[in-house]
């Protein structure tokens, strides 16, 4: 079953309801600075921005007012009830260069080389060692997070606690080259790659 379709089940979304309140919690906000962190993605004004794994906006709001009027993010999410409060949220607050996407982002469905940067924020991507993993595998992420991005995009990562064989596994992917880190975001740029 594919992310995707989890995303849809009554079931799932209503387990995982009480992460999504503890994903908006005051506490997190004081433990975790949204507008710190994404200062070490360094989100510019007027940049399209592709956000994986958006929940119900920790990262979004304050990443939406960051890039401006004139960018655009996209936060996409497979859980039904995440997109629901995330677009609630963002209609209360005015915010209108956001659109929400309830989808896997295995398969974005986003034109090739259209997005500046990627983030990958709080989101623990699983590492395919002998058996299969449903969501997020990053040998197939990685490869539509570098077929999204522009040639000079980048793609930020942040994760708590800090998972040592993602960054190794972007790496090796020969995908990204490694940038630097900033604020606890691992930043790397995307590589040209012969066919």
């Given at each position: 079953?594919s992310?995707e379709?989890l995303?849809?089940?009554?079931?799932?979304n209503?387990l995982l309801k009480?992460?999504?309140?503890?994903?908006?919690s005051?506490?997190?906000?004081?433990?975790q600075?949204?507008?710190?962190?994404?200062?070490g993605?360094d989100?510019q004004?007027?940049q399209?921005?592709?956000?994986v794994?958006?929940?119900?906006?920790?990262?979004?709001?304050?990443?939406?007012r960051?890039?401006?009027?004139?960018?655009?993010?996209i936060?996409?999410?497979?859980?039904?009830?995440?997109?629901?409060?995330?677009?609630e949220k963002?209609i209360?607050?005015?915010?209108?260069?956001?659109?929400v996407?309830?989808?896997?982002a295995l398969?974005?469905?986003?034109?090739?080389?259209c997005?500046?940067k990627v983030?990958?924020?709080g989101?623990l991507p699983?590492?395919?060692?002998r058996?299969p993993f449903?969501?997020?595998?990053l040998?197939?992420?990685?490869?539509?997070?570098?077929?999204v991005?522009?040639?000079e995009g980048?793609?930020?990562v942040w994760?708590?606690?800090i998972a040592g064989?993602?960054?190794?596994s972007?790496?090796?992917?020969g995908?990204?080259t490694y940038?630097?880190?900033?604020?606890g975001?691992?930043n790397?740029?995307?590589c040209s790659v012969e066919?």
């Amino acid at each position: 079953m594919s992310a995707e379709d989890l995303g849809k089940s009554k079931f799932v979304n209503m387990l995982l309801k009480p992460a999504g309140s503890a994903m908006e919690s005051r506490l997190r906000h004081l433990l975790q600075d949204p507008e710190r962190i994404l200062r070490g993605a360094d989100l510019q004004p007027g940049q399209t921005v592709l956000e994986v794994g958006s929940g119900t906006g920790f990262f979004t709001m304050p990443a939406a007012r960051m890039i401006g009027d004139h960018g655009r993010l996209i936060a996409m999410d497979p859980l039904a009830a995440y997109v629901e409060r995330l677009n609630e949220k963002l209609i209360a607050a005015g915010l209108q260069n956001v659109s929400v996407v309830r989808r896997d982002a295995l398969s974005t469905r986003l034109d090739a080389a259209c997005i500046d940067k990627v983030l990958l924020l709080g989101v623990l991507p699983l590492i395919p060692l002998r058996r299969p993993f449903t969501t997020l595998p990053l040998n197939r992420l990685l490869p539509e997070i570098h077929r999204v991005l522009k040639p000079e995009g980048i793609l930020a990562v942040w994760m708590f606690p800090i998972a040592g064989l993602v960054p190794l596994s972007i790496r090796r992917s020969g995908l990204f080259t490694y940038l630097h880190k900033r604020n606890g975001v691992h930043n790397y740029q995307r590589c040209s790659v012969e066919s």
